[in-house]
């Protein structure tokens, strides 16, 4: 579930917010890819969407937004059912 759910918030960034190169896997810091402020504003509203979740303010720190594995923790435990 962990991979699936890995690959489902790839897809999304891919998809709605910038390109991924082929090079960056779960644990590639999505930073130093070119992840900024207001494009992890958009990300957090669509995880929001996608997922039926709330992020609240105590979720914005950077390391819960620097990989896509931490990202997908964070939305496990926000209670996401994929």
């Known amino acids: 579930m962990t991979a699936d759910l890995t690959h489902q918030i790839r897809t999304l960034i891919d998809g709605e917010l ?21 494009m992890l504003m958009q990300l957090i509203l669509l995880l929001e969407r996608e997922f039926s979740i709330t992020i609240s303010p105590e979720d914005l720190d950077r390391v819960n937004f620097s990989t896509l594995t931490n990202i997908a923790a964070l939305v496990r435990k926000k209670g996401a059912n994929p």
């Open 18 to 38: 910038f390109p991924l190169h082929e090079s960056v896997y779960a644990d590639t810091d999505l930073h130093s890819e070119g992840l900024d402020s207001l």
